[in-house]
């Protein structure tokens, strides 16, 4: 029945489909801008200081530090080998105590982001890692959201197309239920519930008491029972001129959605305590789309026109001094990113 279950919530809600069935529509566009463009590779002009436009294998790091330190988590970066000590004493310079948020730097979609509780979980996920690391203080705030950002760039002013905002897979106790069977009763928690109690995740068994709310998964990612609300309404002048500063910050970024935590959503909308955890370029998603009430043919046609502003902007650039990727460096990237998945 759980089976069953899981494989009905799948064929309902097109958030969980397949990627490559979502975006069929989308590669075939971009095969006819990429025709258009004469460039398999236009996109890269989009954020010409970003690598490969931000489309894949590129240094979250990179970007984070450009931005003043009230902006970002504290954060130290480390190479693959690292020994726990010497994690310790960079953590220990900064002041990041755990808990604390490891990832990989050149990660995607929360792909081996964890919360590292202790000195045995961080030795660990040292020893496992074959990449470049972030480990960023964990801001346990209870706003999270991503807002997708563009600008012309022959304009000053920017735009906010979309801001999700998200929801945390959350349990509330009755004093008799078991974690696991709480998790069960939903949709979402049933997806992820074999990953959530794996590993040194929360006690399957555990009772909460009643009216107890806890919440189980403290990262944002769609494919960790996060729920994705359409916030786009939140947008306004003073958080539009808020990124419009933001981008000039970032060195010719000028697409892509940014990823942050405030205080709460009163602080956000006037751009107030905002800490930016990622900044995402050309393979970022105007995540709202994914919000449950969306229909498929509206976020196939929301990706549709972002690509369009992907084309729009990079053939603004190109008419400047910006070249696109060559095949050799995009060839590189790719077969970093490769290994860096393995």
């Known amino acids: 029945m759980k089976f069953k279950s899981n494989f009905i919530t799948k064929l309902t809600h097109w958030e969980y489909w397949p990627t490559w069935l979502v975006y069929s529509p989308v590669v075939f566009y971009y095969l006819l801008l990429s025709a258009k463009a004469r460039s398999f590779f236009f996109f890269t002009l989009t954020n010409p200081d970003m690598e490969m436009g931000g489309l894949y294998n590129c240094s979250k790091f990179r970007q984070l530090r450009k931005l003043p330190p009230n902006l970002i988590p504290k954060t130290v970066f480390l190479k693959p080998g690292t020994s726990v000590e010497v994690a310790l004493e960079a953590l220990s310079n900064v002041g990041i105590k755990f808990p604390l948020i490891a990832k990989p730097d050149r990660g995607e979609r929360g792909t081996a982001v964890k919360v590292i509780r202790d000195k045995k979980g961080l030795a660990a996920y040292l020893e496992h890692s074959k990449a470049d690391i972030l480990l960023q203080e964990f801001i346990q705030t209870p706003f999270e959201a991503g807002v997708f950002y563009y600008r012309l760039p022959t304009e000053e002013a920017g735009n906010i197309p979309s801001i999700v905002l998200k929801e945390f897979l959350t349990v509330v106790g009755d004093g008799k239920t078991s974690l696991k069977d709480l998790v069960d009763e939903s949709p979402r928690g049933r997806l992820v519930s074999k990953n959530l109690f794996k590993g040194d995740g929360p006690n399957p068994k555990e009772i909460l008491p009643l009216g107890k709310e806890r919440i189980l998964e403290p990262i944002g990612n769609h494919n960790r029972g996060t729920k994705f609300i359409d916030g786009t309404k939140l947008s306004n002048p003073t958080l539009v001129r808020f990124f419009d500063k933001l981008s000039l910050q970032l060195d010719s970024f000028y697409y892509g959605r940014v990823d942050l935590k405030a205080n709460s959503v009163e602080d956000f909308v006037q751009g107030r305590g905002i800490k930016v955890l990622e900044i995402n370029g050309v393979n970022a998603e105007p995540a709202h789309i994914y919000d449950p009430n969306t229909k498929l043919w509206e ?39 490769e290994k860096i998945k393995k």
């Open 299 to 337: 976020g196939i046609k929301t990706l549709l026109k972002h690509w369009s502003l992907i084309y729009e902007i990079s053939n603004k650039n190109g008419a400047s001094k910006h070249s696109t990727t060559s095949l050799k460096e995009a060839w590189e990237h790719y077969v970093q990113r």
